[in-house]
């Protein structure tokens, strides 16, 4: 089973390139993740997908990336450069 995990982010006026590099950045190489820039979409917002093997997998990964110090140093910025809004949702690829 894959799970993915698709989330959206309403990037700050001025900020889309910012915030697509900020993913971009801090991407793990063996992760499977797209990151999506509109085109005929909502203005500012990107959305950014992840794949898991399992729920246990995805929980596990971002705990681990909440208690990192890389984490608190990308929130900082993050809240910066970002509007609220956006989604997280979890789907199950068939």
């Known amino acids: 089973m894959t799970i993915v995990n698709r989330r959206t982010f309403v990037a ?3 900020h889309m390139n910012e915030v697509i ?3 971009k950045a801090g991407l793990d190489p063996d992760a ?3 990151i999506y820039r509109p085109h005929y979409a909502p ?3 990107v959305a950014v997908e992840l794949e898991f093997d399992s729920i246990a997998e995805r929980e596990a990964v971002w705990e681990e990336w909440r208690a990192s110090e890389e984490a608190a140093t990308f929130m900082k910025r993050w809240v910066e450069i970002t509007e609220s809004g956006g989604e997280n949702q ?3 690829l068939e």
Do not use: A, Q, S
């Open 43 to 45: 203005f500012d917002v």
């Open 21 to 23: 590099d900020m993913l």
């Open 32 to 34: 499977v993740v797209r």
């Open 12 to 14: 700050g006026r001025g």
């Open 90 to 92: 979890v789907w199950i």
